[in-house]
């Protein structure tokens, strides 16, 4: 059977590299990349494809179950990978709601769609639901998240994914739909929405704006490269079994702070700024409310069992975020001043 895989979220920064991976590396499969376009999602990241004979683009909401109903028939839908979602803490703090409709409320409409539209055989297709290591809760002292770990979400964002998980899972054994989950550590790279703090550092930067550490910044973060998150996602797809869940991470741990001292120096560096200038603009900030305190991977299981492991070193990865961001200015300058999304919608309003 052909493969046509509905991409749900492909425009924003991890799906963007999902989408681009599968279009040029599968010519043989039909990539149907849905997206509401929100905030984040940015069909500029998908320039060098948009053009394909395998792809194709879907302006829609994973809350309106008939929209969806309608594009499983359009595309005859063989497999789903679901990226879409509300993703950032801090907004889940001040909006939880908005996280409920779209990571709740939007999973469960497409587990309905898929289930419905390939009820006929349901063995030949797979559901892939793409999540986070945030489900797991915070780690104070050692050890590390493994895929036995209980759920023990503690923001409004984790909360309503630790759901959403629950929901595909239940999905797999009550209707019998073959589902795989992966739950990844933090991602940094190109195309990442200045909200979060790499590229919001990168940015404030060579602004000279103040870069803001919340609490001590002793807080501790596991980071992997965004492209080798999407070479996990093609290997999980295609290797991983049904019914399954696979961590992946970078075996990367950074506390806050020094990765924000790293940027400063070499963004000093690069700019051509006397040592030290950058780190003058660090300034502690209130601490995010029920701030986790360190997540940390264990990604044992996907390298064991399907031979998938990082395959850059933060050093050399960092080193290409921060050139694709001063090479990038036009692509920082259109999401920080919304321009993209009015040239978007006058591209895509009326279809
Ligand atoms: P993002 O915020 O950059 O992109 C989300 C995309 O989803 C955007 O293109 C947006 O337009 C789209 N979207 C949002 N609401 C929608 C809706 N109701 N209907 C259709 N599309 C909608 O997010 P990201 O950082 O690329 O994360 C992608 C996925 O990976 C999320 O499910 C997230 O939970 C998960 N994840 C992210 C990280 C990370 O470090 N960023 C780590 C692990 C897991
Ligand atoms: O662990 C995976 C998760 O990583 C994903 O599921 C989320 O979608 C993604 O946003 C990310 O969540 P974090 O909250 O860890 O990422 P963020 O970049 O927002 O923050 C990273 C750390 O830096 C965190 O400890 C909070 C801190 N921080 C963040 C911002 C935006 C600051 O100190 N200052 C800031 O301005």
């Known amino acids: 059977?052909?493969?046509?895989?509905?991409?749900?979220?492909?425009?924003?920064?991890?799906?963007?590299?999902?989408?681009k991976l599968f279009v040029e590396k599968y010519p043989?499969?039909?990539?149907?990349?849905?997206?509401?376009?929100?905030?984040?999602?940015?069909?500029?990241?998908?320039?060098?494809?948009?053009?394909?004979?395998?792809?194709?683009?879907?302006?829609?909401?994973?809350?309106?179950?008939?929209?969806?109903?309608?594009?499983?028939?359009?595309?005859?839908?063989?497999?789903?990978?679901?990226?879409?979602?509300?993703?950032h803490v801090d907004r889940s703090i001040s909006d939880p709601l908005a996280f409920v409709k779209t990571n709740v409320f939007g999973t469960v409409n497409l587990l309905n769609a898929a289930k419905e539209y390939w009820k006929e055989d349901l063995s030949k297709h797979?559901?892939?639901?793409?999540?986070?290591?945030?489900?797991?809760?915070s780690l104070h002292d050692g050890g590390f998240f493994l895929e036995t770990t209980p759920y023990d979400p503690q923001s409004p964002y984790s909360a309503s994914k630790a759901s959403s998980d629950h929901f595909v899972r239940a999905y797999a054994n009550t209707y019998k739909i073959r589902t795989v989950v992966s739950n990844c550590s933090n991602n940094y790279g190109p195309n990442h929405f200045p909200e979060k703090l790499i590229p919001l550092c990168i940015h404030n930067i060579r602004n000279n704006k103040p870069l803001p550490v919340y609490g001590k910044g002793e807080n501790i973060r596991d980071w992997l490269f965004v492209k080798d998150h999407a070479r996990?996602?093609?290997?999980?797809?295609?290797?991983?079994?049904?019914?399954?869940?696979?961590?992946?991470?970078?075996?990367n741990e950074w506390?806050?702070?020094?990765?924000?001292?790293?940027?400063?120096?070499?963004?000093?560096?690069?700019?051509?700024?006397?040592?030290?200038?950058s780190e003058k603009l660090i300034?502690?900030?209130?601490?995010?409310?029920?701030?986790?305190?360190?997540?940390?991977?264990d990604a044992t299981k996907i390298k064991?069992?399907?031979?998938?492991?990082?395959?850059?070193?933060?050093?050399?990865?960092?080193e290409i975020t921060i050139d694709w961001y001063?090479?990038?200015?036009?692509?920082?300058?259109?999401?920080?001043?919304?321009?993209?999304q009015d040239y978007y919608s006058d591209l895509y309003g009326n279809r």
């Open 1 to 19: 059977m052909i493969k046509s895989i509905l991409i749900t979220g492909g425009a924003g920064f991890i799906g963007s590299h999902v989408v």
């Open 326 to 340: 001063l090479n990038n200015q036009e692509w920082l300058d259109h999401v920080t001043s919304g321009a993209y």
């Open 255 to 277: 506390k806050n702070i020094d990765i924000v001292r790293l940027l400063c120096q070499k963004m000093d560096e690069k700019l051509g700024r006397e040592k030290g200038t």
């Open 232 to 251: 996990a996602i093609d290997t999980v797809f295609h290797k991983g079994k049904a019914g399954e869940t696979y961590n992946i991470g970078g075996f």
């Open 304 to 318: 064991e069992e399907l031979g998938w492991e990082p395959s850059l070193q933060f050093e050399e990865g960092i």
């Open 28 to 87: 043989d499969y039909q990539i149907v990349n849905l997206d509401a376009l929100t905030y984040a999602g940015n069909l500029e990241n998908l320039k060098e494809i948009e053009g394909a004979s395998n792809y194709s683009f879907e302006k829609a909401d994973i809350q309106d179950a008939d929209k969806l109903n309608e594009i499983f028939a359009k595309h005859q839908i063989t497999d789903v990978i679901h990226l879409a979602a509300e993703s």
């Open 283 to 297: 300034t502690f900030v209130t601490d995010r409310a029920g701030h986790d305190m360190r997540y940390a991977i």
């Open 126 to 137: 797979l559901f892939y639901h793409v999540s986070t290591d945030e489900v797991y809760g």
